[in-house]
C-alpha cells in the first residue's frame, strides 16, 4: 500500500491578527519506521486550522534516498529525498521513531543532513526512539528529553550528556520537543499546536481526535504494571503476587508474605528485589493502585459508580489519604483525577 502526502501550496495565513506563515513539518523516515510515529502527528498538523478555516500545516515526509519507505506495518509511505529539500524552508523538524531508529542512529547520511539544516530550523524534536537519532548526532546534548519508558534508562546511560525524565510524556526544552512512545507524539504535536495557534484551536483539536488536551499523569500510570510484571525473568515470586493481588485488604507485611513463602523476613526482602528489582512494600502499593486504578477507570463489573473511600476500603489502603499518597507516589495524580479521566464508562457518567 502506498500513501501520499497530500501538498499544500497556501503561504499566508490570514488570521484576523496579521498574516501569519503555513508552518512547514519535516518528518523523518527510515526503512521500518513505526506508523504511528507518523501518521500520529501528522493528522494533528493535517487537520489544524487557522483562525479563517485555512490550513496552519503543510507536512513533508523525507528519508535518505527518498521515494516509498516501509514502516513496520508494512505500509509504504512516500518519502522525499534529504537532497531534494534543499531549498526548502523548515519550520518544525521531527525524526520519527520505532527500534530501527536504534539502528538508523548510525546512519552518516541521517547523521550530516541533520547536522546540517538543525541549526535552521525553529524547533526539532523526536517521536519515542527518534531521541536517540538526536542524541548520537549531539542535538540533545544539555537538554531535557524523554523517550519511551522502557528505554530512558538506556538512553540516559548511552548519554549522559541528555537530561532524561523518564516520567514525562514530552518535554520542551527550548527549541527541543521529545516526546514519550508512540502516542505521546500526538500530545507533543497538540502541544505544538496551542503553542503556535493558541488553546482554543488546540482543544478543537483534541476533541475532534477524541483526545486529551494534556494527558492527566506521566508514563509511569501506563509503566507501573508492566514493570512488574517484567522485571522478573524467572517469575519466581507470580504465584506470590497472584496471592496478593487476591487478598489485597490482608495484612500484607513483609512478615506476613515472607510467611506464606516459607522464608525469613530478611531472606524473602532480598530475594524479592533480586528477582523483581522492587521491594516488596513497593510490589504491594502498585497491586492495590493497579486494582484501584481498575475500580476507578470501570474495569470492574458493577451497577454503580464507586466512591474514593469505599475503593479505598477495597483495595487495603484504608483511608482516602493513604490511597491519594500512593496514587500521587505512582501514578503522580490524585485518584479523583483518575476517575474523572477515567471512569467515563460508568452509567450515569
Known amino acids: 500500500m502506498n500513501v501520499n502526502m497530500p501538498t499544500n501550496s497556501a503561504n499566508i495565513t490570514d488570521t484576523g491578527m496579521g498574516p501569519v506563515a503555513v508552518r512547514h513539518v519535516v518528518m523523518v523516515l527510515f526503512p521500518a519506521t513505526k ?3 507518523v501518521t500520529g502527528p501528522l493528522q494533528v498538523f493535517h487537520d489544524a486550522k487557522a483562525a479563517d478555516g485555512s490550513d496552519a500545516y503543510r507536512v513533508s515526509l523525507v528519508s535518505e534516498h527518498g521515494g516509498p519507505v516501509t514502516t513496520d506495518t508494512g505500509v509504504r509511505l512516500e518519502t522525499r ?3 531534494g529539500m534543499a531549498d ?3 519550520d518544525i523538524l521531527l525524526v520519527s521513531g520505532g527500534s530501527s531508529a536504534l539502528v538508523a542512529a548510525g546512519s552518516s547520511g541521517l547523521q550530516a543532513w541533520l547536522k546540517e539544516v538543525i541549526p535552521h530550523v525553529a524547533r526539532y524534536g523526536s517521536v519515542c526512539l527518534g531521541a536517540f537519532i538526536l542524541a548520537r548526532g549531539g542535538h540533545l546534548d544539555g537538554r531535557r528529553a524523554v523517550t519511551h519508558w522502557a528505554w530512558c534508562e538506556q538512553l540516559a546511560a548511552q548519554y549522559p550528556q541528555v537530561s532524561v525524565e523518564p516520567d514525562a510524556i514530552y518535554t520542551v526544552d527550548g527549541a527541543v520537543w521529545t516526546s514519550a512512545g508512540v502516542s505521546a507524539g500526538i500530545d507533543m504535536a497538540l502541544g505544538m499546536v496551542e503553542r503556535d495557534l493558541g488553546r482554543v484551536e488546540a482543544l478543537r483539536l483534541a476533541r475532534s481526535l477524541v483526545l486529551y488536551l494534556k494527558r492527566p499523569g506521566g508514563q509511569s500510570q501506563f509503566s507501573a504494571s ?3 510484571q ?3 525473568a524467572t517469575g519466581r515470586f507470580d504465584r506470590l503476587d497472584a496471592w496478593i493481588r487476591a487478598h489485597v485488604t490482608a495484612d500484607l507485611s513483609v512478615s506476613r508474605l515472607a510467611a506464606q513463602v516459607a522464608m525469613s523476613e530478611r531472606t524473602f526482602a532480598r530475594s524479592y528485589r533480586a528477582a523483581t528489582g522492587i521491594s516488596p512494600a513497593r510490589a ?3 497491586m492495590r493502585v493497579d486494582l484501584a486504578c481498575e475500580m476507578l477507570g470501570g474495569e470492574q463489573q458493577g451497577r454503580d459508580r464507586p466512591s474514593i473511600k469505599q475503593v ?5 489502603f484504608g483511608t482516602e489519604e493513604r490511597m491519594r499518597r500512593a ?3 505512582q501514578k503522580g495524580i490524585a485518584p479523583s483525577a483518575w476517575q474523572a479521566h477515567f471512569g467515563e464508562r460508568w452509567s450515569g457518567d
Open 35 to 37: 506508523l504511528l510515529d
Open 81 to 83: 529525498s534529504f537532497s
Open 88 to 90: 526548502a524552508a523548515i
Open 226 to 228: 508492566l514493570e512488574r
Open 230 to 232: 517484567t522485571g522478573s
Open 284 to 286: 504491594v502499593e502498585m
Open 312 to 316: 479505598a476500603a477495597d483495595t487495603g
Open 327 to 329: 496514587f500521587q507516589r
